[in-house]
């Protein structure tokens, strides 16, 4: 706690981010909103169409996220022209809530942070969906397939070029929406469908942090744009903010899946492969990151929130490696992985200034290297026909051999081999973590070994070791359609850290983060360098040791540890969530409905029993009978007499 404590002091202690006033969008830059509105219109046109566009829909999809991804391009070399100070253009759409004092417009904010953003979103997800041409070729609903691939790129580009919390809200429900569609896309399965539910159900638990978020904002600001809140929130008080932060916090960890909103992610792999690519890489998952960063005028002054943020994310990167060392399924090994690298990005965010940059480059580096696996880890499985169990994988190095060096060097690069992406990116974060807190940058090591162990241990089981095939299976490449985007992916897992490292990407992203002083570290950044190669090196070994050198079971064994058999069941997420949060919800539910029956339906229902039993008693005594009547009346009037001999 005495190495948090110092990270929340320097932390503190940093200068608080410059508000800088956009400009108008002018130029190439009054095009920004056809950034979004193109995939949105690709969507509409697949889905409302219907059967008519079966035969050219993919294209259309296909063609409408290669379009946005030019005009981010094109609109990156023009911020690339102007001065540092001149970098953050907003683009006016309308005037969207208008009630009281606050004004709430569609507006688009695109800076440098934003700029990298969009050329990941629309890059990454144009190969994603080039890839699923040839991957759904056989599907016959491809075109609502693309429809909903056109949706989420809109929904995450809305998210990103929104320049207030309530736009951003509303990319951040539609990339929910379209998760949840794209999930359970094979809904005639019904694990396909419970997934897509319980990943909608859990990020529901997170969004209601981040609308709390957004209505204390409200209250406490007046406004909920970027540029409001970072001018004003120097002016509210710590313990408002820290609440800001930790419910921003709250909707991160439903997006990103940190710790403890981290149980759908496994369960979405359910959903076809390139859906898995796009989740991971370039969309759903990175938005808690951008969250983070984005609100940094927040975090830099709610130091409980930003530790709380540095804490989330040690345990994450720890808790998915850990769940990706057990894991047969090549799919849900590669999903602990981006829970574990996440939590790395989270963890650069939490640092703060000293850390923002290096949070979204590992985000960009992250998001070549692990669309590259994600979209190999497909191409096996059209090889081996749609099989996901690597105990019946093994020898696919020559038999798959584009798929097999793509693959590779998304592997070297995760593990962080130089001059592969990953070294540079999350060394710099491992770097970044000593300096500011040992322990945490011990942590951040740590989960680099296993990072080495289980992608180590996913490679000899799946292209070497001996050859475990089902029978009748006869592993073949893939088509040109889907191992071209591998080939590029590949290249930016090689050269994508090579693009992005030094000072670049600090100077570039100053304007949005701010500047950090400069702190030296316990150790010379060579020697942290090697330590870190080092302990990768070990992971790496020990995976040659336990894999490599050994036969692997075609059925898992029952006889394993328990870390074994805790890793297998995702160290427990479900039944954790299941004894806190499930079945407690149900109790609760239980004894409210009986209260709802019994008290109060009761004060309403009991008042008409009685009415109604008043009722039958009158009714009866009503018969209709005129001697009925007369013995009544002669009944009553011999009481009277009596009543009066006895009172007299």
């Known amino acids: 706690m005495n190495a948090l404590s110092a990270l929340t002091l320097k932390a503190s202690e940093t200068t608080h981010v410059p508000v800088v006033s956009p400009t108008d969008a002018d130029g190439p830059f009054v095009l920004l909103w056809l950034i979004i509105a193109l995939p949105l219109l690709g969507a509409a046109v697949l889905l409302l169409g219907g059967r008519s566009t079966d035969r050219w829909g993919h294209l259309l999809g296909t063609a409408t996220s290669a379009a946005s991804f030019v005009i981010s391009l094109v609109l990156f070399v023009s911020l690339l022209g102007r001065d540092e100070d001149d970098r953050q253009v907003v683009q006016h759409l309308y005037d969207w809530i208008e009630t009281g004092g606050l004004h709430v417009g569609l507006d688009l904010l695109y800076d440098p942070l934003a700029a990298l953003f969009l050329l990941l979103i629309t890059g990454v997800g144009s190969l994603i969906h080039v890839y699923s041409i040839g991957y759904m070729a056989h599907d016959p609903r491809r075109r609502r397939f693309f429809a909903y691939l056109n949706l989420f790129v809109a929904a995450m580009l809305m998210l990103i070029l929104s320049e207030n919390y ?42 209601m942090g981040m609308g709390l978020a957004i209505f204390l904002m409200v209250v406490t600001f007046g406004t909920t744009s970027f540029s409001g809140v970072s ?12 609440w ?56 830099e002054l709610a130091p409980t929130a930003q530790t709380a943020v540095v804490i989330v994310a040690t345990v994450t990167l720890l808790w998915g490696a850990v769940i990706g060392c057990a894991k047969d399924d090549i799919k849900k090994g590669l999903a602990g992985s981006t ?18 940059a290096f949070a979204i480059f590992h985000l960009l580096t992250h998001g070549f290297f692990k669309a590259n696996m994600f979209l190999g880890a497909g191409s096996v499985m059209h090889a081996m026909d749609d099989d996901v169990d690597m105990r019946h994988y093994g020898a696919l190095n020559k038999m798959l051999p584009v798929t097999f060096l793509t693959f590779a060097m998304g592997y070297l690069a995760i593990i962080g081999v130089p001059p592969f992406a990953g070294f540079w990116s999350k060394d710099k974060i491992i770097e970044t973590a000593l300096v500011e807190s040992p322990l945490v940058g011990i942590c951040a090591l740590l989960g680099a070994g296993i990072t080495g162990f289980y992608m180590t241990r996913m490679m000899l089981m799946t292209f070497f070791t001996q050859k475990r095939w089902e029978k009748d299976v006869h592993p073949h490449e893939s088509p040109k359609v889907m191992t071209i985007p591998l080939v ?79 890793a297998r069941a995702d160290l427990y997420g479900d039944a954790i969530n299941e004894g806190l949060v499930v079945a407690p919800g149900r109790a609760t539910v239980r004894g409210l409905v009986g209260a709802d029956r019994s008290i109060v339906d009761g004060l309403f229902t009991g008042g008409t029993t009685v009415l109604a039993g008043t009722g039958e008693l009158l009714r009866r005594l009503q018969n209709g009978y005129v001697r009925s009547y007369a013995l009544g009346i002669l009944g009553g009037a011999l009481l009277l007499v009596l009543t009066l001999v006895v009172v007299n």
């Open 166 to 207: 309530v736009g951003l809200f509303l990319g951040w429900e539609g990339v929910g929406l379209a998760s949840y569609l794209l999930i359970g896309f094979w809904q005639h399965k019904p694990s396909a469908a419970a997934a897509a539910k319980k990943a909608f159900v859990i990020n529901r638990v997170g969004d």
């Open 231 to 242: 001018e004003l929130a120097g002016g509210a008080s710590e313990t408002t903010l820290n």
């Open 244 to 299: 800001i932060g930790v419910l921003l916090l709250v909707g991160a960890c439903g997006k990103s899946a940190q710790v403890p909103l981290q149980a759908w992610l496994l369960d979405a792999m359910e959903g076809p492969t390139p859906v898995s690519a796009l989740i991971h890489a370039a969309t759903m998952v990175t938005a808690g990151v951008y969250l983070v960063t984005r609100s940094n005028f927040v975090f």
């Open 339 to 356: 829970m574990s690298q996440i939590g790395y990005m989270m963890l650069g965010a939490g640092l703060g200034v000293a850390g923002y």
């Open 488 to 566: 590029v992916l590949a290249a930016l897992s090689v050269l994508g850290g090579l693009m992005l490292t030094g000072n670049w990407i600090v100077d570039w992203l100053s304007p949005v983060v701010g500047h950090a002083e400069h702190h030296e570290p316990p150790l010379p950044v060579i020697v942290i360098t090697l330590i870190t190669v080092a302990v990768v090196a070990a992971g790496v070994a020990l995976a040659w040791v336990l894999v490599g050198k050994r036969d692997v079971p075609r059925v898992a064994p029952t006889d394993v540890s328990f870390a074994t058999r805790a």
